[in-house]
Structure formats: C-alpha cells, structure tokens
C-alpha cells in the first residue's frame, strides 16, 4: 500500500487534468489511496474533486486556513501503507509511475527518500529562452534530466517525491512558516526543500527514479517576464532567510546586475534581456530585509 498525497486551490482546469492521467495509473502491488487537501478553494475544485471520488481510491480533507503546507500536514494525517508519494495539481503522471516507485523502494531498502523525473508541458511551442543553459530551468520550470542513482534528497522536487512512512514516525513535517499562503504575492519560498533537507541531515538516503515520470503543465502566464521575475525574487528571499549571498560577492554581483538592468530595461524582450533582469530581481530578495526579520530559525528553511 502507498498514499499519494497533493494539495490544491483553485486550480481546478489543471486539476481535472491531474485526476484524468490517475485514472490511467497503474496500481502498484499492495495496492493505493489518494489524499487531496483542499486548501480554501471558491473555484470549480470541490466539482471536479467529487467527479472522481468513484473513479479514484481518493479522500479529501478540507484546510480552510491558506498554506499549501498546512494544507499538506492536514493531508499527511491520512496517509497509510510503507510509502507516502507527494505530488503537485499541475502534473500529469505516466501510467506506470507508482508501479516504478514503488520498485524501486523494493529493489533500493536503504533508500529511504525517492525522486523522479518531471519533463515541462508546454502550452504551445517551447520558448526560445526556456533552454536548460538559459536559465534556471529547475527553479522556473522542471526538474534538469539525471540519471536513476543515488543522490542528494535536496536534489529531488516536490511535484515528484516519495518518502518512507517512516518519516512520520520520526515526527517530520513540513514547515508552516514557508511556502505559498496566499496572503503575501512574495511569499518566501519553501516546502518540499525544507523538509528534505531535514531528512538529509537526519541521514535519510535518497534515490532517484528516472523512470518515475510525470509532466509539468507550464500555464501561460509561467512564461511572462512578470512571473518570471517573481519567482527569481521569492527565491532570493529564500536565500536572504538562509543568509546565503549577502557578503562582499554578494554585494558586488548586485551592484553589476543593477547596473546591467539599466541598459537592458532600455532594449527589447530577449533572452539576455531577461538573463539580467531575473538576476537583479535575485538580488533584490537577497537584500531585501535582515534576514532574521523573515522568521527565525533559518536553517529550516528551502525553497518550494
């Protein structure tokens, strides 16, 4: 038995998306059951979850208080079986993920943290500048291709994780203090890399599974200057929140890129234009407060 685990607000379209390719997934041996916290959504969520409570293994918990991690925490309260796969609202899974995840915990017993691979979905043509040399293609996008091996358990993404239930046992949870929340546009980012960084420190071992695949749904507005430029920034605040990058090279490298912004302002979209706007948006997360100001405890802290 494993529990795949999500939480959702308002994102219904994408969700209906979501729930139709699990219809198509195989059952892994032991079989599955499928959690949903419904984090406070006034859209057409609550419809297309009951569309599938027939079709699917699935329980939905509802988590009125905005927090994609307090939702999860209120999820994690249903998990049952050995291995607890977590998952996002904008994925379309192949139909043999939970089959591969799940050998891969059996064929890998010292593995106790599991990642696979998300490939990006377009929502028409790839953009010119969404290349994995051009930009930050895990940050914006989807997770960089690597082989099936061991790795680090910060080098796994959230929309395709799996951990042993162990993990609950063992009192791990996801941290309430990051993550999106709804009330502040420029949340600091967090979630899943906190959490596995937690479990990294506690000498949990991970394995990644590239055959375990799902895809990305990338929304159009994903590929806006605009939204770019805010995920840059919400990751600097994550780096502001862990004090990285603030110290004499980190105060040059943003007096360059403010410099360079001046003159790339000026000049029309392009991938370079947008190179140098995303790292001055960085920057200005790196230095945007004290960093002790964010919330303490900063080693507790990653982005999402």
């Known amino acids: 038995m494993m529990t795949v ?8 379209e994408s969700l ?5 390719g699990l219809v198509g997934v195989h059952a892994p041996p032991g079989g599955w059951k499928l959690v949903i916290a419904d984090n406070g959504s006034n859209d057409g969520t609550p419809q ?4 599938y409570v027939g079709r699917l ?9 905005a927090g994609k991690n307090r939702a999860l925490n209120r999820a994690l309260s249903l998990a049952e079986g050995d291995l607890i796969v977590f998952t996002d609202d904008d994925v379309i899974p192949d139909p043999d993920w939970l089959v591969r995840l799940h050998e891969a915990a059996v064929a890998q017993p010292e593995a106790e943290v599991f990642g696979g691979t998300i490939i990006p979905l377009w929502p028409g043509s790839r953009p010119a500048f969404a290349s994995e040399s051009a930009v930050d293609f895990g940050l914006l996008f989807a997770q960089k291709r690597r082989s099936t091996g061991w790795c680090k358990p910060e080098e796994i993404y959230g929309p395709n994780m799996a951990v042993r239930a162990r993990m609950l046992e063992d009192g791990f949870a996801f941290s309430e203090a990051v993550g999106p929340n709804q009330s502040q546009r420029s949340y600091v980012m967090g979630g899943e890399f906190d959490l596995l960084r937690r479990l990294s420190e506690a000498g949990f071992r991970a394995w990644f599974v590239a055959e375990a695949r799902v895809q990305h749904i990338i929304r159009p507005e994903q590929l806006t200057e605009d939204w770019i ?3 840059y920034y919400r990751y600097g605040l994550f780096m502001n929140r862990n ?4 110290g004499p090279v980190g105060r040059a490298k943003r007096f360059v ?6 003159v790339a302002k000026l000049t029309p ?3 370079m234009r947008l190179r140098i706007q995303s790292r001055r948006r960085l920057f200005e997360g790196i230095f945007a407060v004290d960093p002790s100001s964010l919330s303490a405890g900063h080693s507790q802290e990653g982005p999402s």
Do not use: F, K, Q
């Open 5 to 12: 685990l999500l939480a959702t607000r308002n994102r219904a």
């Open 257 to 262: 890129w403010s410099g360079l912004s001046v």
């Open 16 to 20: 209906g998306r979501m729930l139709e």
């Open 243 to 246: 004090n990285w990058g603030r």
């Open 269 to 271: 979209p392009s991938p």
């Open 229 to 231: 430029l805010e995920r």
């Open 57 to 65: 293994p699935l329980s939905v918990v509802r988590e009125p208080l």
């Open 48 to 51: 297309v979850l009951d569309r």
